[in-house]
């Protein structure tokens, strides 16, 4: 199986960046790792409106986006799950 290259959106990473508990980074920071051998694990869901998808850590949420024929997982948005949502994804 062919293993993803992983992007993260700069805005994405200072998000991360923001996460006050330092495990709750980590286990956020694995997770987005794993999805260059599995961009769309167990658990993961489709998005409506757009080609996106999010996956659940804990109370927060990572979204991406997948681009089978480049082999890319685009990591556009990690926050709680109360503000993930608000705003343009």
């Not at 990473?13 to 167990?42: F, G, H, M, N, Y």
């Not at 998005?47 to 850590?57: A, T, V």
């Not at 890319?72 to 990690?78: A, E, L, P, T």
Request: glycine share 6%; proline share 3%.
């Amino acid at each position: 199986m062919a293993r993803f290259e992983i992007l993260i959106k700069a805005s994405a990473a200072k998000e991360l960046e923001a996460i006050s508990r330092k495990k709750d980074r980590q286990r956020i920071t694995r997770k987005i790792r794993a999805l260059a051998t599995d961009p769309r694990p167990p658990g993961c869901q489709k998005l409506s409106g757009r080609d996106r998808y999010r996956i659940r850590q804990g109370v927060y949420r990572i979204v991406y986006s997948i681009e089978d024929e480049r082999l890319i997982v685009y990591v556009v948005k990690v926050g709680h799950r109360k503000d993930v949502y608000r705003g343009t994804l």
